[in-house]
């Protein structure tokens, strides 16, 4: 692979992903943002095969497959387990409206760019100059995990959180160790079939997986 054709997969695959975590803030139907998450868990997976086939490493392309099966099959699966268990269809009003969110995720990106160019003059290869993508992620993920209601919602917020950061490792380091990366899946994993327990005893129980309803009974 030539050292262009190279760059411009990588950036159309960075670029994918970042259009993905935006759409998450635009879409309100739960169905749809379970689909817009695994359309970016397989952007993400991408980002190490491209790197794995870049460097010649076959690690990293392990690596990817693993990712794809995880974030763009398994974990959309259990999620849509979930939804269907709770009986909900859409995200309820969130604390930011979606124009104000779309504006607010321009500016975290905008700020990623800001904070990451130091690291990027360090070394502007490819990987490195992509390296803002996977952190307006994490920004964005982190947005939504405060500013949507639904327990679903902030479920997929916390897995944005976590595409963004497995994004920056892979750019910053041109990949990361097999057995880190399964050690980190692993934990994800875990953590969503938690949560999903959560949400279904939570719709079992109180009727709604509403956060702001759920404060109320407590008070």
Same mark, same amino acid.
């Given at each position: 692979?030539?050292?262009?054709?190279?760059t411009?997969?990588?950036?159309?695959?960075?670029?994918?992903?970042?259009?993905?975590? +935006?759409t998450?803030?635009?879409?309100?139907?739960?169905?749809?943002?379970?689909?817009?998450?695994?359309?970016?868990?397989l952007?993400?997976?991408?980002?190490?095969?491209?790197?794995?086939?870049?460097?010649?490493?076959?690690?990293?392309?392990?690596?990817a497959?693993?990712?794809?099966?995880?974030?763009?099959?398994?974990?959309?699966?259990?999620?849509?387990?979930?939804l269907? $268990?709770?009986?909900?269809?859409?995200?309820t009003?969130?604390?930011?409206?979606?124009a104000?969110?779309?504006?607010?995720?321009?500016?975290?990106?905008?700020?990623?760019y800001a904070?990451?160019?130091?690291?990027?003059?360090?070394e502007?290869?490819? $990987?490195?100059?992509a390296?803002?993508?996977g952190?307006?992620?994490?920004?964005?993920?982190?947005?939504?995990?405060?500013?949507?209601?639904?327990a679903?919602?902030?479920?997929v917020g916390?897995l944005l959180?976590?595409?963004?950061?497995t994004?920056? $490792?892979?750019?910053?380091?041109?990949?990361?160790?097999?057995?880190?990366?399964?050690?980190?899946?692993?934990?994800?994993?875990?953590? +969503?079939?938690?949560?999903?327990?959560?949400?279904?005893?939570?719709?079992?129980?109180?009727?709604?997986?509403?956060?702001?309803?759920?404060?109320?009974?407590?008070?």
């Amino acid at each position: 692979m030539s050292d262009s054709v190279y760059t411009q997969l990588l950036n159309l695959a960075c670029g994918a992903f970042l259009l993905a975590a +935006v759409t998450v803030l635009w879409r309100r139907e739960l169905a749809w943002i379970i689909r817009i998450f695994a359309f970016q868990g397989l952007a993400l997976a991408a980002i190490p095969a491209l790197l794995g086939i870049h460097a010649g490493r076959w690690d990293l392309l392990a690596v990817a497959a693993g990712i794809g099966a995880l974030r763009a099959g398994v974990l959309p699966h259990l999620m849509r387990r979930a939804l269907a $268990a709770s009986g909900e269809t859409r995200e309820t009003q969130p604390v930011v409206n979606v124009a104000a969110s779309l504006l607010t995720a321009a500016a975290l990106t905008l700020l990623a760019y800001a904070v990451s160019r130091p690291l990027v003059e360090l070394e502007p290869s490819p $990987a490195t100059r992509a390296l803002p993508v996977g952190l307006a992620v994490v920004l964005i993920g982190f947005f939504v995990l405060v500013t949507r209601r639904r327990a679903l919602s902030q479920v997929v917020g916390f897995l944005l959180l976590d595409n963004g950061i497995t994004a920056v $490792a892979f750019l910053a380091t041109s990949g990361v160790p097999l057995i880190v990366e399964l050690g980190v899946s692993f934990d994800v994993l875990l953590a +969503v079939l938690v949560l999903q327990i959560l949400t279904t005893r939570m719709r079992a129980a109180f009727g709604t997986t509403d956060i702001d309803d759920l404060r109320e009974l407590h008070d």
